[in-house]
């Protein structure tokens, strides 16, 4: 099997600088590609590879990709701070690894314009990042992993940890405002004015649990994890408690046969949902990632490679041509805005959004998640 995904993660690699194969929105819209978070989940997942193979045509693929958008002078082409998108600081994430293997200083100065973004970020009163300056006082659990990961580890690398703080609090505002005690599972988004159609006027969230916004908020916890200092204590164990508690939270509704987890998570036995693959692949990442860690007991391990089993098994498929492709991937989902009715957090939305294959929002933490396996078989 580790041969079949090997030449399947060849197959993306034939894509050209600015024409990806795996970013199947911007195929489908024909729109000019701008640095992005689908990239990115591509090109942190190429570099996880790289860093566990030691093949340097990752390494290689990856620096020509982003190369394509950085210019000598730091700046990024299709990239505006202005527009107050936590989603396009995911991608700058692999800067930090450009910098680290390269030492080229567009990287260094690229870093920094995407930090001047996290300094100006609006917030709700509570103190946590709007997700987009085009959805003000949300907050979404995807933001979390979009931003907040940049954020640790540029505190952690670069600014001697003086913000720790100020994330471990966004953290605990999430947990406070959008957990249900009763499902263990967290809400996609909250408005902190309550207005949004979506909203519940009484606690601003939205109306469901869906999985990929659980899975970006998992991995965000680990990945966290991954680049924090453990001498700072109490905000490492903090960290580490919400990890574990949304793991176990998760896991309660495991597909029995798959080990898989539905697109809305508590809702597998209604008409019309189905076992999703980019938020079943973040869990089964964060899972084999945190048993790494020893963030989990050693007896998570079998449930995470069983995860990504189940996922290779369904939906890692060959045509009749012999093409590899991944499937099952919701292709996207979102809250509103006030002018898009649909996207209303209805258990009907959800299960209506396109499902889709070779996406990276399912590509990248699938290969995530293998870089993982991986590990555990060496």
Not at 60 to 65: D, Q
Not at 179 to 196: I, N, V
Not at 328 to 356: K, M, Q
């Amino acid at each position: 099997m580790i041969k079949v995904i090997d030449e399947y993660i060849d197959k993306l690699l034939t894509s050209k600088p600015g024409e990806p194969l795996w970013n199947i929105e911007v195929i489908r819209s024909g729109k000019p590609l701008k640095w992005n978070y689908i990239d990115g989940c591509m090109m942190n997942s190429l570099i996880s590879l790289y860093e566990t193979t030691h093949n340097e045509k990752y390494l290689n693929f990856v620096k020509s990709y982003v190369d394509y958008f950085v210019t000598e002078d730091g700046n990024i082409k299709g990239y505006d701070k202005s527009h107050y998108s936590t989603d396009d600081v995911a991608e700058s994430r692999v800067l930090f690894d450009l910098y680290k293997y390269f030492k080229e200083e567009k990287y260094s100065k690229a870093i920094e314009l995407s930090y001047q973004q996290v300094l100006e970020q609006p917030r709700t009163k509570e103190g946590n990042f709007w997700h987009k300056k085009i959805y003000p006082n949300q907050v979404w659990l995807d933001g979390l992993y979009m931003m907040q990961v940049f954020y640790m580890r540029y505190e952690t690398e670069r600014n001697g940890y003086q913000h720790y703080s100020d994330i471990i609090k966004q953290y605990k505002n999430v947990r406070r405002l959008m957990y249900d005690e009763k499902a263990l599972l967290y809400y996609h988004g909250y408005d902190e004015s309550r207005k949004m159609f979506w909203a519940d006027k009484v606690t601003g969230c939205s109306k469901n649990f869906w999985l990929r916004a659980i899975g970006w908020y998992i991995v965000s916890l680990v990945d966290n994890l991954g680049y924090m200092d453990e001498q700072m204590y109490d905000e490492y164990h903090t960290l580490k408690t919400l990890f574990k508690e949304a793991i176990d939270g998760i896991l309660t509704y495991q597909d029995y046969e798959t080990k898989m987890f539905y697109q809305v998570v508590d809702k597998g036995h209604l008409k019309g949902n189905y076992l999703e693959t980019s938020g079943s692949s973040m869990i089964a990442y964060a899972i084999l990632k945190g048993v790494r860690l020893r963030l989990l007991p050693d007896r998570y391990l079998k449930i995470g490679l069983d995860i990504f089993d189940g996922i290779t098994k369904k939906y890692l498929t060959v045509t009749e041509d012999g093409s590899l492709n991944l499937g099952g991937i919701c292709l996207v989902a979102g809250l509103g805005p006030e002018n898009n009715l649909r996207r209303d957090g209805s258990y009907e939305y959800y299960i209506s959004e396109p499902v889709v294959e070779n996406d990276a929002k399912g590509v990248g933490p699938y290969i995530m998640a293998y870089t993982e396996v991986i590990k555990v078989n060496k």
